[in-house]
């Protein structure tokens, strides 16, 4: 009898084995495949394919849905380029949003808030340059000047909206005038 028991016990414990291995494999799966479609989603609304700066936007919590906010990356780093944001910045930089295409209230508006409220990593800068490499190889001179234009002069107008030291001199810092080159230099090294 006591090898019954033994054997019934066995029998147990292996089914309670492999019943948690099979939630473990499952669990696996549903975690890759909600990967796969967030990654999908992500490539679909930000055009890039490259699976390494796909990655790395996702570690920085870029979504398909706040995709759009990668292109206001620019005026993040110009406004946050002397380490604080003044409240001439922060309303030229949701004005450039705007003008972006941005709405208030959408999932990218409110990241895009997010980054003007607290200074993000310089990890995000570096994705937006990652993220220009892969994007501006797929487009036409036109929509490449176009886009270039149009997130330089936003940067720019950001850049001056604090208006230099008491209003007098340059308006636009060192700091700024470097984060600008920057920009500059993201979009030479892109183009073909």
């Known amino acids: 009898m006591s090898e019954d028991f033994l054997a019934g016990r066995k029998k147990g414990l ?60 620019p005026l993040v780093a110009i406004a946050w380029a002397d380490g604080r944001i003044e409240e001439r910045e922060r309303a030229a930089a949701l004005s450039g949003a705007e003008g972006l295409g941005l709405t208030k209230g959408d999932p990218g508006y409110q990241m895009f808030e997010g980054w003007l409220t607290r200074q993000p990593s310089p990890d995000l800068l570096m994705s937006w340059k990652a993220y220009i490499g892969a994007l501006v190889p797929t487009l036409g001179q036109d929509a490449r000047d176009a886009l270039r234009g149009a997130l330089l002069g936003h940067a720019r107008a950001v850049a001056e909206a604090a208006g230099g030291f008491l209003g007098l001199g340059s308006k636009i810092s060192e700091a700024e005038q470097s984060v600008l080159a920057d920009l500059e230099r993201a979009f030479a090294a892109s183009s073909p």
């Open 14 to 73: 292996e089914d309670a084995f492999f019943a948690e291995q099979d939630a473990l494999l499952r669990r696996r799966l549903r975690e890759a495949d909600e990967t796969g479609s967030r990654r999908k989603a992500l490539s679909s609304a930000s055009g890039i394919t490259d699976h390494a700066t796909l990655e790395r936007l996702e570690a920085l919590g870029i979504t398909g849905e706040t995709a759009a906010a990668l292109s206001l990356i």
